[in-house]
């Protein structure tokens, strides 16, 4: 199985008088724009996923929503386990035993998870900058992860040019 671990795109900084929940604390603009860019580039790297999940968060919506459009990934499911950086345990049962599934999400939870799933636990240390996305090889009955590919947004940018 390939498993996509995608940080959400450059969100507003935390404001509690303009967003007094930070769940709703949505993408900046220069943030939507550059994640468009890197959308295009993993349509050209990557077959889109059969599953995507993500966090109820709105910078985590808004991201897989542009995914969805620029990248061609299907719609995502929401599940709250994303923004509560549920480990694997919980997390496996989202993927209903397919080929490829893909989880868009919030650091540290992210970090920990590719970390947990490639060095059986969290002392590895890996940047998930906002907008990177990770790709891991999963095998059926095993739950270590080989690290297949490590696209910081600046990557996926270049792949997917300049257009907006």
Do not use: Y
Not at 17 to 41: C, I, M, Y
Not at 65 to 94: D, F, K, M, N, S
């Amino acid at each position: 199985m390939d498993l996509f671990l995608v940080r959400h795109a450059i969100a507003h900084q935390r404001d509690l008088n303009r967003w007094p929940d930070d769940g709703r604390r949505p993408l900046t603009s220069e943030g939507k724009q550059s994640f468009r860019q890197a959308a295009r580039g993993l349509r050209r790297l990557v077959d889109p996923p059969v599953l995507v999940f993500c966090s109820p968060l709105t910078r985590a919506r808004q991201t897989a929503r542009i995914l969805e459009r620029r990248a061609g990934w299907p719609a995502a499911r929401v599940t709250p386990l994303l923004a509560e950086g549920a480990g694997w345990a919980e997390l496996r049962l989202l993927r209903a035993d397919q080929e490829s599934v893909a989880f868009v999400g919030h650091e540290p939870h992210l970090s920990d998870l590719c970390a947990a799933l490639l060095a059986g636990k969290t002392m590895a240390r890996i940047e998930f900058r906002k907008g990177t996305v990770a790709r891991l090889a999963i095998e059926p009955d095993d739950d270590r992860a080989t690290l297949r590919a490590l696209w910081p947004p600046a990557t996926l940018r270049a792949v997917g040019g300049s257009r907006g």
